[in-house]
């Protein structure tokens, strides 16, 4: 006879389309049921994609029809898109109410580590913030958060009378890191239930205020954060970091694949470390190949918002505390950044009712 174990590894082997895990270690397995041959459960998914809903059941049912020995399964589906359902809760925390003051909620992500996603998202928001928006800068790269550097803080965040933590002002940008209460020399080796409620605490439980923009600093590749970000708010729109080489383009696929499953708004991709010009003769050197991430995008059918130049100083402005936009406002890297947000404000306000 099938017993309870055995479905539930079955269920193990559903994915989240787009994602890498699955929907027993996502918590979307409820209320199941066993015995004579029949299975029930209940599948409690939040997604704005009725569509990703249906294939999550559909998935589930014909692996579940597979096991010997089971002659019924019925799977009940309560699908709702974040917030829209009456009284759906974020730890206590009604949906509608998490950043209801932040007009744009923009992720920044890439399919691999290491194309330099953090080094944008921090030189984006400076360059938002010189274009005359009000912007924060969530950093929710649980296991290597680094905005804190970045940008140059070293004091720890408080709880205000309102049991908010206060986000630390920087170069005008509000920013929260979870690098402001850890040990930096220290791994994060959490589960994936501990990432989920990290990130959750960073959307409902900080003072963030009025903003124009709310960037989103995410882990690489498609995993616990990306997830929970989709489902607890509306993201505006997403944007893909990714270097010219082939391998950081397949990852690069994969991310805006994910995105398109739970129906966020592509903004488009960056190319970062794109090309360097040698400062003294002005030979321009392709290092990475270059035009990958354009191509990419004419591929996929999404905006190329722009490439950012290799230049040294970017590396040496984010390790001492002061991006490029900062550092150095009439370089030829600050000009790309700033085009960069340009690029993104535009798209983003002539998708948005006025």
Excluded at 21 to 45: C, H, M, P, Q, T
Excluded at 68 to 89: C, E, F, K, N, Q
Excluded at 201 to 223: H, I, M, N, S
Excluded at 347 to 353: D, E, R
Aim: charged residues 20%; aromatic residues 6%; neutral net charge.
């Amino acid at each position: 006879m099938i017993d309870e174990k055995q479905v539930l590894e079955a269920l193990r082997t559903v994915k989240f389309p787009g994602l890498s895990r699955d929907i027993v270690s996502f918590g979307f397995v409820k209320d199941l049921a066993v015995g004579g041959g029949n299975v029930s459960l209940r599948l409690e998914i939040t997604t704005e994609s009725p569509r990703v809903a249906e294939e999550i059941r559909r998935d589930a049912t014909e692996k579940l029809r597979s096991l010997p020995g089971v002659s019924a399964v019925t799977i009940a589906l309560d699908a709702r898109p974040p917030g829209a359902a009456a009284g759906a809760r974020a730890g206590g925390v009604p949906a509608s109410e998490i950043l209801k003051d932040v007009r744009f909620k923009v992720a920044v992500a890439s399919g691999k580590g290491g194309v330099g996603k953090s080094t944008v998202t921090a030189n984006l928001a400076l360059a938002l913030t010189r274009l005359g928006y009000r912007v924060g800068l969530m950093d929710s790269d649980i296991y290597g958060p680094s905005q804190q550097m970045m940008m140059g803080i070293t004091e720890k965040p408080f709880v205000n009378e309102e049991d908010k933590i206060v986000p630390i002002e920087r170069h005008g940008v509000k920013v929260i890191s979870l690098g402001f209460l850890m040990d930096p020399d220290q791994p994060v080796i959490w589960r994936g239930p501990m990432v989920m409620k990290a990130v959750e605490q960073f959307l409902q439980d900080v003072a963030w205020g009025p903003l124009d923009f709310l960037l989103v600093d995410l882990p690489p590749g498609t995993g616990d954060a990306q997830l929970t970000l989709t489902q607890k708010i509306q993201l505006s729109g997403a944007v893909i970091v990714t270097t010219p080489q082939e391998v950081s383009l397949i990852d690069a696929r994969k991310g805006l694949a994910m995105f398109e499953k739970v129906n966020v708004p592509l903004l488009g991709i960056i190319e970062n470390m794109s090309f360097y010009v040698c400062p003294s003769c002005g030979h321009r050197d392709e290092i990475f190949k270059h035009g990958g991430g354009k191509s990419t995008a004419e591929k996929l059918g999404v905006p190329f918002l722009g490439e950012i130049p290799i230049d040294p100083k970017i590396v040496a402005g984010g390790d001492a505390g002061t991006p490029i936009v900062i550092a150095e406002p009439k370089s030829a890297a600050t000009a790309a950044y700033m085009a960069l947000a340009d690029a993104v404000a535009r798209t983003l306000q002539a998708s948005s009712p006025a």
